[in-house]
């Protein structure tokens, strides 16, 4: 079993930056070749991926509207997942989520991740 805590939403004004933290609890093993991912969602909106990582070599991927503004990575001995966060526009405020998923196959679907946190908010002032 893997539990997620994320940390670092805040609010901000356009512009600003944010790093978002999640801190993976669980065997280090499994979590080490697991496929994390950052996703959102804002009210009214379906959730979307936003940026995902694979274990080994770290292949990353991004939505389209953060590229070149998010930068995803990770601690393997600290358990932990990053997800810096520059140029905040106000379209980016949004509850974020971390994921895991065991497949360790980096993606921007939700339904792939069967391991979840509780979200951390994060609102971007015009």
């Known amino acids: 079993q893997v539990q997620l805590v994320e940390s670092g939403g805040g609010s901000v004004q356009t512009g600003g930056s944010l790093t978002l933290s999640c801190q993976a609890y669980?065997?280090?093993?499994?979590?080490?070749?697991?496929?994390m991912g950052w996703f959102r969602q804002a009210p009214g909106k379906e959730r979307e991926g936003v940026a995902a990582?694979?274990?080994?070599?770290?292949?990353?991927l991004y939505a389209d509207s953060v590229k070149g503004r998010f930068t995803i990575s990770q601690d393997n001995a600290k358990k932990t997942l990053y997800l810096q966060m520059n140029s905040l526009k106000p379209e980016d405020t949004a509850m974020y989520y971390c994921?895991?998923?065991?497949?360790?196959?980096?993606?921007?679907?939700?339904?792939?991740?069967?391991?979840w946190g509780q979200g951390t908010q994060v609102t971007v002032s015009s």
């Open positions: 994921a895991a998923d065991p497949g360790a196959r980096r993606s921007l679907v939700s339904s792939d991740y069967p391991y």
């Open positions: 990582i694979e274990p080994g070599r770290r292949p990353t």
């Open positions: 669980g065997p280090t093993y499994s979590i080490y070749y697991m496929a």
